[in-house]
């Protein structure tokens, strides 16, 4: 498997986490976000993904009929499928239906408003200065934040759903990270910030951090 | 089962939608969310869904344990595993990746960047006028439906993916819906747009539109 990624892409940082707790080797093609205006739009990794965005993973490349998987969570879920090992979603439909709408609260109404380039839309062609642009970030991730604490109090355990890990907690994890890097106050979110800690024990979390990344500058 | 929507809502329509091509029957409770600055902000929805979005499902409702789902991908596919149906994901695992993928890029690219509460966030705290809000709402139409119709070259058939209906059309149709909506030029996309009319073709598309919902105005 080939991941195509970067090392501070939030959905990239989810899907290494499921390799590692998958147990799955990938190798890592660095896709760098801002070198050249994007290399994400580059005629190479544009046909491999006409969204040009990462992460893209490769299955079976080099084969006559590689698989070319996109969008972090139905990646995710692909390899949930397909590889038993610690399942990321709970048996029962009703958890799953829980656990997939914590994901994403973070997938859907966090992450999409505050990726590189919305913000870089918002500074250039919006005319927004750095400072209503961090106003921006801080807004949408309060609200989602806001709302995901009180899920916490419904729903965690050691983790974001009961006591096992979930894709609720592979994408928390790389958005507390992403709302650190901006500076956000988290201490009214003592649940997300004690199942964010609680995560990063766990190598699969650990090792799959931006820094650790083999494009990390 | 109780589904608190709103007519305009594209992901009340999604639902919508999702339990037409089910056979399913849902009384629909009206959130407005603009009146009052927004009904899904009262006490009582709140305290439903944290999120303050619509939709909301309520399974059971006045049973000991009613079943409160939030976020729409979530629900649907809820639905999907709980009624048989009309499924909506394919049955191998590389075919549902392509199949979520799809969806995502509309629901996780397009549709939170332009829904009514970033676009009111815009020209209120961001101070944007109206036209820089439309100018906003068209990039990130384009941006997503050129990706979505390359897509839609490499895998539609009668519908988004091949011939049966799936979760790609379930999302394609609202957001095309939305885009005409903003009066969005989408001549550009012959493959959805022949799509988005074969869906609508369909009772269970057409009769979830907004206009035929209770709250309509």
Redesign the interface.
Known sequence: MKLYGYWRSSAAYRVRIALNLKGLEAEQVSVHLVRDGGEQHKADFASLN????VPTLVVGEGTDTP?V???S???I??LD??YNDCPLLPAM??E???V??MA??I???I???NNLR?LQ?LTG????DEA?KN??YQ?WIHEGF??FE??LEQHAGEYCFGDSITLADVCLVPQVYNAQRFNVDLSAYPNMMRIWANCNKLPAFSQAAPELQPDAV
């Open positions: 006409p969204q040009q965005l698989l998987l996109s969008q969570l139905a990646i879920e692909y499928e397909t439909s009703a799953r239906a829980r997939r709408a994403q609260a997938a859907c109404e992450h999409p408003l919305v839309y062609p919006m005319g927004l209503a106003s921006w807004h806001g709302a009180v899920l």
